[in-house]
């Protein structure tokens, strides 16, 4: 951390004590009340507001900044970046600036215009995570980083006793999901996961009639998710890194490659160092709405193979680009996993099916999606906004819609999926106690470690 930002932040520093005093009390007095209304009727004092740190601050950190400064209640304090500045995958100063500059000009041009009345100090900010997490006078993080860095920004926020709102997939590696969610319960935390989609009215309603039980016994389910990255998304060659970032930090506990565009900004998930191409991007979304409709947050498959995988043609991606993964679920359900489906879900039973995507829901009966149509006694919590969710979890001390252990549960397949492509063969899991049976070489895989001196 330069000088002149450890000055600026010191001289922003408030005391914490009367808003999480506050924040604790209210849980009592809020807790039968919706999202909406707890936002909306009780009005809290500046001192009072959750204050918010937001880490990762590229397109999808920018979107959650944004979200999060338009939440009642709510204050933007710190923001975290190792790169100064940055247009992502752009050419320089084309499209949208990003990075820990331009997003402190963001939250202190929305709250200039209610400077007197909030008596807002600042936004602090911060190019090492570990300072933004110690604060005392933030209550709650956003980690929307790579993937390779969600275990580390999550577990340093948790054991300085913050609640977490944390993009999917929520970890990189397998061992770090069952380390993740099992402190997340031991510390009572309140967790969301960003698989925004269990907010979205269409797929709670496909996931309602599921649960009624309008289409009998489950049998098969079909996962679609996009196929991979066939080429560089940016400039293929290696290149001298960027004065604004801090590649060293940026790298962390994944391998050191040499820097290049093409796997930097919005492209790294092509390469297994820092995330799990389209497979690990997607399956936080559609296998966790699967997973919800079959009654599945907690479980997991008992058998796991990866079939007819396809390697990128550039070296600069090692994810697959074509890829199915066969499982066998719980009451011996067919589920399946691929590139090759439509995306988004189907649930298959004996009785009819449901299907759903982004902007879709289909069924087998017509009359089940149609507006009047009750979907039976079978109620099942409902958000109308994913951030307007967490912040109420926040307040009251309620489970987020989209918790910690079924992100968990939802990407474990992805993750068995590499290891069973890796050996060659089918993978036999245990869910209760999350190891592969008589299978060593496949649980070192899942119990993969960092770069020195990084560790779990």
């Not at 926040?394 to 590499?418: D, K, W």
Request: proline share 7%.
């Amino acid at each position: 951390m330069t000088q002149p930002l450890h000055a600026m932040n010191q001289a922003l520093s408030s005391n914490q004590m009367g808003r999480r005093a506050f924040l604790k009390a209210s849980s009592l007095f809020l807790g039968g009340v919706s999202g909406s209304a707890a936002s909306t009727r009780f009005a809290v004092v500046p001192s009072q507001r959750i204050n918010v740190g937001v880490i990762g601050l590229g397109a999808r950190g920018f979107y959650l900044l944004r979200a999060f400064l338009n939440q009642p209640g709510v204050q933007v304090r710190a923001v975290c970046d190792v790169d100064r500045h940055h247009y992502r995958d752009k050419p320089w100063g084309k499209g949208q600036a990003l990075g820990r500059s331009p997003a402190r000009k963001v939250v202190e041009s929305h709250y200039a215009a209610r400077q007197a009345r909030d008596r807002y100090r600042g936004c602090l900010v911060f190019e090492d995570y570990r300072d933004l997490c110690g604060r005392d006078d933030l209550d709650a993080i956003v980690v929307a980083t790579p993937d390779h860095w969600h275990y580390h920004q999550v577990m340093a926020s948790l054991q300085h006793g913050k609640d977490v709102y944390c993009e999917k997939p929520v970890t990189h590696t397998f061992m770090e999901g069952k380390i993740l969610y099992r402190e997340v319960k031991r510390r009572q935390a309140v967790f969301q996961t960003g698989s925004q989609q269990r907010s979205t009215a269409n797929f709670h309603r496909a996931v309602t009639l599921l649960r009624n039980g309008h289409i009998g016994p489950l049998t098969r389910v079909e996962v679609g998710l996009p196929p991979g990255y066939t080429e560089p998304g940016a400039d293929p060659g290696l290149s001298v890194i960027p004065e604004t970032l801090d590649y060293e930090m940026w790298t962390g506990p994944a391998p050191m490659l040499p820097f290049a565009r093409a796997r930097h900004h919005r492209f790294w998930r092509g390469h297994r160092a820092y995330g799990g191409g389209n497979i690990m991007d997607w399956i936080g979304h559609h296998n966790d709405i699967a997973h919800w409709g079959a009654a599945m947050d907690g479980a997991g498959p008992l058998e796991v193979e990866a079939l007819g995988w396809t390697v990128s043609p550039t070296e600069l991606y090692n994810t697959p680009v074509d890829y199915e993964i066969r499982c066998v679920y719980p009451g011996k359900i067919d589920w399946v996993i691929a590139s090759h489906l439509p995306m988004g879900v189907r649930w298959i039973g004996q009785e009819g099916w449901i299907a759903v995507d982004r902007g879709r829901l289909e069924a087998s009966d017509p009359r089940w999606i149609k507006p009047d149509f009750k979907p039976g006694p079978v109620f099942l919590p409902r958000s109308l906004d994913h951030v307007e969710n967490f912040l109420h979890g926040v307040r009251t001390r309620q489970s987020c819609i989209a918790p910690a252990e079924a992100a968990h549960r939802s990407i474990t397949p992805g993750h068995l999926g590499f290891a069973s492509h890796t050996l060659g063969r089918r993978l036999h899991f245990d869910p209760r106690t999350e190891r592969v049976l008589d299978d060593p070489e496949a649980n070192a895989l899942l119990d993969k470690s960092y770069r020195r001196p990084w560790s779990i």
